[in-house]
């Protein structure tokens, strides 16, 4: 998925299990979607915390933040408690969301625990991506280069 191209729609279970497609989650304003290797992992808790913690950042722009991995319902509720985060986090257990984003590993990286690549990609209501962001390192830039685009 790159800058301008048109996000399909697509229906995955959150924390909870409640079904949520993106149609749904873009009818209240765009969308930043944030996948993240796996939860309860050193890094992605960095990322998903500072994604909990610019609440307000994203409240003002009048985003919604929506993480996505490949971990069960089950380990994403554990996460989403442990931490209070106050969006939805979507499980892709069978990586086809990871892959029409093009951010699927292959099997050695599902062998190292880390089956999706770090990847941020800011949705507006039009279903188009308006930012792509890329960082395994920097936990921190996706929130924030999301936040930028949304004010751009």
């Known amino acids: 998925m790159r800058e301008g191209d048109e996000v399909p729609d697509f229906e995955l279970p959150d924390q909870t299990g409640t079904k949520r497609s993106l149609s749904a989650l873009l009818a209240d304003g765009p969308v930043v979607l944030f996948f993240y290797p796996a939860a309860m992992t050193g890094g992605c808790t960095k990322e998903a915390c500072h994604f909990r913690d610019v609440a307000a950042e994203f409240a003002a722009a009048g985003a919604q933040r929506v993480g996505i ?35 699927a590993r292959g099997k050695f990286g599902q062998k190292l625990g880390a089956p999706v690549k770090r990847y941020t990609f800011v949705i507006g209501t039009d279903r188009k991506v308006h930012k792509v962001i890329s960082s395994e390192m920097n936990m921190e830039m996706h929130a924030d280069e999301a936040l930028a685009a949304l004010a751009s």
Do not use: C, I, N, W
């Not at 991995?69 to 509720?77: A, E, G, I």
């Not at 969006?87 to 892959?99: H, K």
């Open 69 to 103: 991995s490949r971990d069960s319902v089950d380990k994403q509720k554990k996460f989403a408690d442990m931490h209070s985060f106050d969006y939805p986090l979507l499980s892709d257990a069978d990586g086809e969301v990871a892959t029409m984003f093009g951010v």
